[in-house]
């Protein structure tokens, strides 16, 4: 049998199993499929990621810039739409705008202003949580590889190590508490280890109290002097007061350190 030389010195001759061996050999990719799969891993790296989620909230604030919704306070609702889907498409624009950096505020006298005190405050908590929920998903999503690297610093390991072992009562607290701002809450717990259900539950119950307060002030706003308008001022001055004195005497402390 003639596998690789004859004992005489004749010719080599290739046996079968060495054929089908080189045969099964895997091929090197081609340069275009490298090519592709460098720019695939490039496109889906952690920093290009978080600079698409920069890019959508900037286009999102340049869009709202140019429709001004807060036209709705002076042009009101249109007329085609009533009722409970006109309050659902209200909660869905909320959302939408709360994403966009378009001032809480601002929309809640525009939910109370349209819709009276008890659709508007359903209205106005479903845009909340629908928004919060928008942006913790989209910074989770695009941005929490690339940003979570970069939580050295002791108070921002200390923010982080709260929201993610205590998630649901330090957002809880955050959402009573009128001088955090509602963006930079949603995309710190995003960043955090922190659940999307408890994210999504303590939004609900702790927006409730200074959403209803601006919510009753733009649908008694026609009637400046009534109990009703005075309290729920009252409910938005009072809490905000009392934010600014804990931030200023804790500012003193931070100073004496």
Same mark, same amino acid.
């Given at each position: 049998?003639?596998?690789?030389?004859?004992?005489?010195?004749?010719?080599?001759?290739?046996?079968?199993?060495?054929?089908?061996?080189?045969?099964?050999?895997?091929?090197?990719?081609?340069?275009?499929?490298?090519?592709?799969?460098?720019?695939?891993?490039?496109? +889906?790296?952690?920093?290009?990621?978080?600079? +698409?989620?920069?890019?959508?909230?900037?286009?999102?604030?340049?869009?709202?810039?140019?429709?001004?919704?807060?036209?709705?306070?002076?042009?009101?609702?249109?007329?085609?739409?009533?009722?409970?889907?006109?309050?659902?498409?209200?909660?869905?624009?909320?959302?939408?705008?709360?994403?966009?950096?378009?001032?809480?505020?601002?929309?809640?006298?525009?939910?109370?202003?349209?819709?009276?005190?008890?659709?508007? +405050?359903?209205?106005?908590?479903?845009?909340?949580?629908?928004?919060?929920?928008?942006?913790?998903?989209?910074?989770?999503?695009?941005?929490?590889?690339?940003?979570?690297?970069?939580?050295?610093?002791?108070?921002?390991?200390?923010?982080?190590?709260?929201?993610?072992?205590?998630?649901?009562?330090?957002? +809880?607290?955050?959402?009573?508490?009128?001088?955090?701002?509602?963006?930079?809450?949603?995309?710190?717990?995003?960043?955090?280890?922190?659940?999307?259900?408890?994210?999504?539950?303590?939004?609900?119950?702790?927006?409730?109290?200074?959403?209803?307060?601006?919510?009753?002030?733009?649908?008694?706003?026609?009637?400046?002097?009534?109990?009703?308008?005075?309290?729920?001022?009252?409910?938005?001055?009072?809490?905000?007061?009392?934010?600014?004195?804990?931030?200023?005497?804790?500012?003193?402390?931070?100073?004496?350190?």
């Amino acid at each position: 049998m003639l596998d690789a030389t004859t004992r005489s010195g004749g010719t080599a001759t290739a046996s079968p199993r060495a054929t089908a061996t080189d045969l099964a050999a895997p091929l090197p990719p081609a340069p275009a499929t490298r090519f592709a799969a460098r720019c695939v891993s490039v496109l +889906l790296s952690p920093w290009s990621r978080l600079s +698409l989620l920069v890019a959508l909230l900037l286009t999102a604030a340049s869009l709202m810039l140019v429709l001004e919704p807060q036209r709705l306070l002076t042009d009101g609702w249109p007329d085609r739409l009533g009722g409970a889907a006109a309050v659902v498409a209200y909660a869905v624009l909320y959302g939408v705008c709360t994403v966009a950096f378009v001032p809480r505020p601002l929309l809640n006298l525009a939910a109370g202003a349209l819709f009276g005190s008890q659709l508007g +405050l359903a209205g106005a908590l479903g845009g909340t949580v629908l928004g919060a929920g928008l942006a913790f998903c989209l910074g989770r999503a695009l941005g929490q590889e690339a940003l979570r690297p970069l939580l050295r610093g002791r108070w921002l390991k200390a923010a982080d190590d709260q929201l993610s072992r205590h998630g649901f009562r330090s957002m +809880l607290a955050a959402r009573l508490f009128p001088g955090i701002p509602f963006a930079a809450s949603n995309y710190c717990a995003a960043v955090s280890r922190m659940g999307l259900p408890p994210f999504l539950l303590a939004t609900a119950l702790g927006s409730v109290p200074n959403t209803a307060a601006y919510v009753v002030a733009g649908a008694r706003a026609s009637t400046p002097t009534s109990p009703a308008f005075l309290i729920a001022l009252a409910c938005i001055a009072v809490p905000g007061l009392a934010g600014a004195v804990v931030a200023w005497r804790k500012r003193h402390r931070l100073r004496g350190r």
